[in-house]
């Protein structure tokens, strides 16, 4: 590396040292007061606001979400963002652990931007919201965000400690039959039942989920059968959620479902639309050079990241589009055992424990510390970047 790192590692843990506390009651407040998928207002503003006072230039209102933001310190290249996510769940706060994200990521960027002092490279923090479920990154990605930054660094609180998240590709799907009403005893044979046709399509993809990759399924709901047990439905709907291994997988998997679809239409005289409902989540993407650095550095505070269990898979995220696009870790850090989940009320609850606290702490100084080496390294920068040709 070309500067002397144990110096700049030492002001960067003494930056994250003096913000700890404050840190921690951005945690803790953000806990006490969940807000969901674009609307984390409050949140928005009490982030932006911590990162006003330390001096970085904000812009809110990124790529039409009113609660997204990009906070910079520095103007020019190499760059590093630092992602905070701070939506909650309905019914459950913040059983994922977004506030510890949204205050890792909000204590790292201010560490880290102690290392611009000679005036090269940004340091940055992206506030993306509606990960659970709205795609506040894939739409950030789309709206050019990410198109001048050397590598994009998050951490998230789990039960495992993983140098990298198995995060599966999700879409979700909205498929329409189209029939003719008539009455089922007054002229049954006018009728064509759109929701003979749906029910049809489930026991298709039952049948089809029998030889689908581990990785890969489809789990569909009816949001809409008829209007009165009278009436032969005309219409039919159902919303159908993929995943897959791969973003390659799952646009295999999306033609299976429109084929079977189509041939399900074509057996019972209907018609059908099939249409995509919502952002797609690609498959994460994990930057090795990247994960080996935040883990190396999360080591010195006693957490040691292994790799995920073989064949295990945690769900999807927006975090996999913007790994397609930049380098990127996803490293999961345990707050609660094993034997636990996130999405709970365990969990939630978990996210202001004393462990809570102390992986915040530990997580803040390696993001810090990853920052700084993308910022100061070019030959880490090199190697990140290398998969993307």
Same mark, same amino acid.
């Given at each position: 590396?070309?500067?002397?790192?144990?110096?700049? %590692?030492? @002001? +960067?843990?003494?930056?994250? #040292?003096?913000?700890?506390?404050?840190?921690? !009651?951005?945690?803790?407040?953000?806990?006490?007061?969940?807000? %969901?998928?674009?609307?984390?207002?409050?949140?928005?503003?009490?982030?932006?606001?911590?990162? @006003?006072?330390?001096?970085?230039?904000?812009?809110?209102?990124? #790529?039409?979400?009113?609660?997204?933001?990009?906070?910079?310190?520095?103007?020019? /290249?190499?760059?590093?963002?630092?992602?905070?996510?701070?939506?909650?769940?309905?019914?459950?706060?913040?059983?994922? $652990?977004?506030?510890?994200? =949204?205050?890792?990521?909000?204590?790292?960027?201010?560490?880290?931007?102690?290392?611009?002092?000679?005036?090269?490279?940004?340091?940055?923090?992206?506030?993306?919201?509606?990960?659970?479920? $709205? &795609?506040? !990154?894939?739409?950030?990605?789309?709206?050019?965000?990410?198109?001048?930054?050397?590598?994009?660094?998050?951490?998230?609180? $789990?039960? %495992?400690?993983?140098? /990298?998240?198995?995060?599966?590709?999700?879409?979700? %799907?909205?498929?329409?039959?189209? &029939? @003719?009403?008539?009455?089922?005893?007054?002229?049954?044979?006018?009728?064509?039942? =759109?929701?003979?046709?749906?029910?049809?399509?489930?026991?298709?993809? #039952?049948?089809?989920?029998?030889?689908?990759?581990?990785?890969?399924?489809?789990?569909?709901?009816?949001?809409?059968?008829?209007?009165?047990?009278?009436?032969?439905?005309?219409?039919?709907?159902?919303?159908?959620?993929?995943?897959?291994?791969?973003?390659?997988?799952?646009?295999?998997?999306?033609?299976?479902?429109?084929?079977?679809?189509?041939? +399900?239409?074509?057996?019972?005289?209907?018609?059908?639309?099939?249409?995509?409902?919502?952002?797609?989540?690609?498959?994460?993407?994990?930057?090795?050079?990247?994960?080996?650095?935040?883990?190396?550095?999360?080591?010195?505070?006693?957490?040691?990241?292994?790799?995920?269990?073989?064949?295990?898979?945690?769900?999807?995220?927006?975090?996999?589009?913007?790994?397609?696009?930049?380098?990127?870790?996803?490293?999961?850090?345990?707050?609660?055992?094993?034997?636990?989940?996130?999405?709970?009320?365990?969990? =939630?609850?978990?996210?202001?424990?004393?462990?809570?606290?102390?992986?915040?702490?530990? =997580?803040?100084?390696?993001?810090?510390?990853?920052?700084?080496?993308?910022?100061?390294?070019?030959?880490?920068?090199?190697?990140?970047?290398?998969?993307?040709?």
């Amino acid at each position: 590396m070309i500067h002397d790192s144990d110096a700049l %590692y030492q @002001r +960067v843990r003494a930056a994250v #040292a003096e913000q700890a506390d404050a840190c921690w !009651k951005v945690a803790t407040t953000l806990h006490a007061d969940p807000e %969901y998928a674009f609307d984390e207002r409050r949140a928005a503003a009490l982030l932006t606001g911590e990162l @006003r006072r330390a001096g970085f230039e904000v812009q809110e209102g990124v #790529a039409g979400m009113p609660t997204a933001f990009v906070a910079r310190s520095g103007t020019e /290249r190499p760059a590093v963002a630092l992602l905070l996510e701070y939506d909650a769940l309905p019914g459950l706060g913040h059983a994922c $652990g977004h506030h510890l994200i =949204a205050a890792a990521g909000l204590g790292a960027a201010l560490a880290a931007r102690t290392a611009l002092d000679d005036g090269t490279g940004s340091v940055l923090a992206v506030g993306t919201p509606a990960e659970e479920g $709205g &795609g506040g !990154k894939a739409l950030e990605v789309e709206a050019g965000v990410f198109d001048d930054i050397d590598a994009a660094l998050m951490f998230h609180p $789990g039960v %495992y400690d993983w140098t /990298r998240a198995p995060l599966t590709a999700q879409e979700q %799907y909205r498929v329409a039959f189209h &029939g @003719r009403a008539a009455h089922p005893t007054g002229n049954p044979t006018e009728g064509v039942d =759109a929701l003979a046709a749906l029910v049809e399509l489930f026991n298709v993809l #039952a049948a089809l989920g029998r030889r689908l990759p581990r990785a890969s399924h489809i789990q569909g709901i009816v949001t809409h059968g008829g209007e009165a047990t009278n009436i032969v439905p005309a219409l039919a709907e159902g919303r159908f959620g993929l995943r897959a291994a791969t973003t390659g997988a799952l646009d295999d998997l999306a033609r299976q479902l429109a084929t079977s679809a189509e041939g +399900v239409a074509l057996a019972t005289g209907t018609t059908v639309t099939v249409q995509r409902a919502g952002v797609r989540y690609e498959h994460f993407r994990d930057s090795g050079p990247l994960s080996d650095r935040f883990a190396a550095h999360l080591d010195r505070a006693g957490i040691r990241l292994g790799p995920p269990a073989d064949g295990v898979y945690l769900g999807s995220s927006d975090i996999g589009n913007v790994s397609a696009r930049v380098p990127a870790i996803h490293p999961f850090v345990a707050i609660m055992d094993e034997d636990g989940s996130d999405h709970t009320p365990e969990f =939630a609850e978990a996210g202001v424990s004393e462990r809570a606290r102390r992986v915040l702490r530990a =997580a803040t100084e390696a993001l810090a510390c990853t920052a700084v080496d993308v910022l100061r390294d070019p030959a880490l920068r090199e190697r990140a970047w290398r998969p993307y040709g």
